[in-house]
């Protein structure tokens, strides 16, 4: 008979742990996994964090990205930006605190959503080398500050080991942050660094990337526009996108004196007379403290809200690319015969999160090479891996790409931009890599994607027309001289003359043509 083992035995070894020594257990999880995904993971925390920065700052951003390589799958990653710089004290935080940051408690858009990214690249860096991280930064002072951080991952909090002051005798701001990875690799594939920049230049036309790869290859992604984008602002939350849990979390950090003050100040969309509806509804006082709500109370007023009409949220918190700037980010990387860019009007998804969906279409030039490549962005961030888990994949899938005039989808010289832009992405997991299948993010992809396919269809059948006149043309051209001698022998004419006039005959149906085909590039 086995021996029972008492309550006290089974959990002496219990022990909570910090969120760090999670997520060092299941690296994975952030995107660390392989060789090559790890390194262009550590090179798109580093670069979505300088985006962000130089934004928020309103500067145009200016990224330099050079990687070396150290030994057999040993590399060193630095990645300077011209963006604000970074106090001395918020260093620790800002690189060795994960799930802190200034992004995850507004509700605003941004690249960086969840406090996790910069700081798991410290982490990823740190368990394979045991080196701290060292960034260099300045506010534009008369300092550039040097620290060595470390991830103190029982206790979830960043220390910097070492630190030191120079005089900024050249005026510099910014931050470089450089890091030390093993087990990682560098190739020119489409999971690599350099497809990852090239992918980011597109959906950042107004930023300039400068990448040195390992052996020295300097390449240089200009950007195409000097149009700052403007920045997204802070919304409240909409009732739709509400729980019991989420209502009684902001009740009870509220300073209103009041559940309908409340209510009214720190959500969108709900006015006196909506808080007058929702304590009919809900039969809960309005006129109570809000911290003193009860679960059940909160439940009856989620479900009041469901059972409400309320205009959709209002779209200052979200800042899309725009067409205009797609374009000039498909023109300048892929030279497309044909581009056509689609931004869709504001949605919601889960009642009340609003995002709103942008297509490009890009045929010919360096588009796709042996089918349609996909090109997925969420909030103007790449996302390279987990391609077949994706919305945004499946969407792309689900359209009968034949009745657009695409005859051979596997051959097809295609490219096609999504750009998801949200207040809140609902990523498949903290790696950031796909969308989740929502209902109506999927449907707003769809019939984004037939909108462009319409206008694809119209110039492939312009195309096929031009072809198939020319090809006509060149034909009858062929031929030209022979007719000529028959007709000279019947006509006893110069065969010279006949054959000119032939010619200019057929040639005259060609400046049709050419007319055409113009009509058909401007499509």
């Known amino acids: 008979m086995p ?62 990205v050079r ?91 960043g220390e910097i080991v070492e630190k030191e002051k120079i005089h900024n005798k050249w005026g510099w701001r910014g931050t470089i942050i450089s890091l030390e990875a093993k087990d990682i690799l560098y190739n020119k594939s489409r999971y690599s660094p350099y497809n990852y920049l090239r992918m980011t230049s597109i ?23 000097h149009t700052m984008p403007k920045l997204p602002k802070p919304i409240k939350p909409h009732p739709y996108g509400i729980t019991p849990d989420d209502l009684l979390t902001m009740s009870g950090n509220t300073n209103k004196k009041s559940l309908g003050q409340f209510l009214e100040k720190d959500f ?36 009041a809200f469901k059972s409400m009409k309320f205009f959709a949220p209002p779209t200052e918190g979200l800042r899309p690319i725009g067409d ?23 949605q919601t998804y889960r009642g009340g999160i609003l995002f709103v969906v942008e297509v490009g279409i890009a ?29 945004i994949t499946e969407a792309v899938k689900s359209i009968d790409w034949k009745r657009y005039n695409v005859r051979d989808v596997e051959k097809i010289p295609l490219t096609i931009f999504i750009n998801l832009v949200s207040t809140h992405v609902p990523y498949t997991s903290a790696g950031k890599q796909a969308i989740a299948d929502e209902e109506e993010i999927f449907a707003e992809i769809r019939n984004a994607l037939m909108d462009g396919g319409r206008s694809l269809s119209r110039y492939l059948a312009g195309k096929r027309r031009l072809y198939e006149k020319r090809s006509k043309m060149n034909t009858l051209l062929r031929y030209v001289p022979e007719t000529a001698r028959a007709l000279a022998r019947l006509s006893n004419k110069e065969q010279d ?12 149906r060609y400046q049709i043509d050419q007319v055409e085909e113009d009509e058909t590039d401007e499509q």
């Open 3 to 64: 021996d029972i083992k008492n309550a006290d035995e089974l959990f002496k070894d219990f022990k909570a742990q910090s969120v760090s020594e999670f997520f060092k257990k299941n690296a994975a999880m952030l995107g660390y996994t392989g060789k090559i995904r790890s390194l262009t993971t550590l090179v798109h925390e580093g670069v979505t964090n300088a985006l962000d920065a130089c934004e928020e700052a309103g500067i145009l951003p200016e990224i330099f």
């Open 67 to 157: 990687i070396d390589e150290l030994g057999t799958e040993h590399y060193r990653v630095t990645i300077e930006d011209n963006a604000s710089g970074i106090p001395l004290e918020y260093i620790p935080q800002v690189f060795g605190r994960m799930l802190a940051g200034s992004k995850a408690h507004r509700n605003i858009q941004s690249r960086g959503q969840q406090g996790i990214g910069v700081s798991g690249a410290v982490m990823f860096s740190q368990v394979t080398t045991g080196k701290p991280t060292i960034v260099h930064t300045s506010t534009g002072g008369k300092y550039i500050f040097t620290g060595k951080v470390q991830l103190d991952v029982k206790h979830n909090v």
């Open 203 to 225: 959906a950042n036309p107004h930023a300039q990337i400068t990448f040195i790869e390992p052996d020295g290859t300097r390449i240089l992604f200009e950007r195409s526009t």
């Open 268 to 303: 969108v969309r709900i006015s006196a007379s909506k808080v007058a509806e929702i304590g009919r509804q809900s039969g809960v006082s309005m006129k109570m403290r809000p911290d003193k709500l009860t679960w059940d109370e909160a439940e009856r007023v989620v479900k």
């Open 324 to 346: 205009e700037e797609i374009q000039k980010g498909l023109e300048s990387t892929l030279s497309p015969e044909f581009s056509h860019t689609i931004t869709r009007a504001p």
């Open 363 to 391: 045929y010919g030039g360096k588009s796709g090479k042996g089918g349609i490549e996909i090109i997925r962005y969420a909030n103007r961030a790449p996302l390279i891996f987990d391609q077949g888990g994706c919305a």
């Open 497 to 508: 003359t006949i054959e000119e006039r032939l010619a200019t005959l057929i040639t005259e």
